[in-house]
C-alpha cells in the first residue's frame, strides 16, 4: 500500500515568514494528493489539492508544488498570520483508490 | 461547520468494556469514512462504507465492527477496549461521485475522544 512521509513534525515561524512542508510517497501510480488543515478541536479541513498533471496551484497564500520524478510534494505558505496555526496533513490514494493514506501530520505554530 | 456530526464528544470507560460510537454524514452523502487518530501514528484509515455497503478495510482491529444502515448514519462498535484504544475516532463523509482516493473531498466531523482507564 500506500506510505507517506511528512516533514517536519513541527515547524515554528514568526508571523510573515514562509513555511514549507514536505512529503514524499511511495506508490508511483498515484495521482491525487490533498492537504488537510485541522485547527485545534476540529476535524480535518481540505484547503487545497493537485492532480499529477500539473506541477503547482495555487490558492492567494497557499500553494503546492509536486515532484512526480522524486515522488514529494510540498505545501507553501506565504505571509504566515496567526490563524494558520494548526497541524496540517499531506495525503496520497491509498491502494484502490477509495480512500487517502494520511501523513502524520505537522504542527505550525505562527508567533505574532 | 462540516455538516458531519459525532457523537458522543467525548467518552471515558475502562477497559474491557464495548462503547459505540456515531455518526450522521452530510445530508445526502453516501459514503461514510473512519479514521482514527492518535499521537503517534496520525490519521489511521480504519473502514469504508457507501451506500449501506462496506467498500475497504484499512487498519481495523477485529475487536472493532462498523455498519452503515439504510438512513446513512453509520456507527462504530469497539469492543474489549485497551488502554492502547484511547484515540480520538473521526467520521468523514463524501458525496462526490469519486472516490476520495481519486479527488473526492472528504468532510470530517469534530470527532469522537475515547479515554479507555
Known amino acids: 500500500g500506500e506510505n507517506v512521509e511528512q516533514h517536519p513534525s513541527t515547524l515554528s515561524v514568526q508571523e510573515g515568514d514562509s513555511a514549507v512542508i514536505k512529503c514524499t510517497y511511495s506508490?508511483?501510480?498515484?495521482?491525487?494528493f490533498p492537504w488537510y488543515k485541522q485547527e485545534l478541536g476540529k476535524g480535518p479541513q481540505l484547503i487545497i489539492d493537485?492532480?499529477?498533471?500539473?506541477g503547482e496551484k495555487k490558492d492567494q497564500r497557499i500553494a503546492v508544488t509536486l515532484n512526480k520524478t522524486a515522488k514529494h510534494f510540498s505545501l507553501h505558505i506565504t505571509e504566515t498570520q496567526p490563524e494558520d496555526s494548526a497541524v496540517y496533513f499531506c495525503a496520497a490514494p491509498n491502494s484502490g483508490y477509495s480512500t487517502l493514506t494520511f501523513g502524520k501530520g505537522t504542527m505550525l505554530l505562527v508567533s505574532p | 461547520d462540516s455538516g458531519v456530526t459525532q457523537t458522543p464528544k467525548h467518552l471515558i470507560t475502562a477497559t474491557g468494556q464495548r462503547v459505540t460510537l456515531r455518526c450522521s454524514p452530510r445530508?445526502?452523502?453516501?459514503?461514510v469514512y473512519w479514521y482514527q487518530q492518535s499521537l503517534d501514528q496520525g490519521l489511521q484509515f480504519l473502514i469504508h462504507y457507501y451506500n449501506g455497503e462496506e467498500r475497504a478495510k484499512g487498519n481495523i482491529l477485529e475487536r472493532f465492527s462498523a455498519q452503515q444502515f439504510p438512513d446513512l448514519h453509520s456507527e462504530l462498535n469497539l469492543s474489549s477496549l485497551e488502554l492502547g484504544d484511547s484515540a480520538l475516532y473521526f467520521c468523514?463523509?463524501?458525496?462526490?461521485?469519486?472516490?476520495?482516493?481519486?479527488?473526492?473531498?472528504?468532510?470530517f466531523g469534530e470527532g469522537s475522544r475515547l479515554t479507555v482507564l
Open positions: 445530508s445526502g452523502d453516501l459514503s
Open positions: 468523514a463523509s463524501s458525496g462526490s461521485s469519486r472516490l476520495a482516493g481519486r479527488g473526492g473531498e472528504l468532510f
Open positions: 493537485i492532480r499529477s498533471n500539473v
Open positions: 506508490d508511483s501510480a498515484s495521482n491525487y
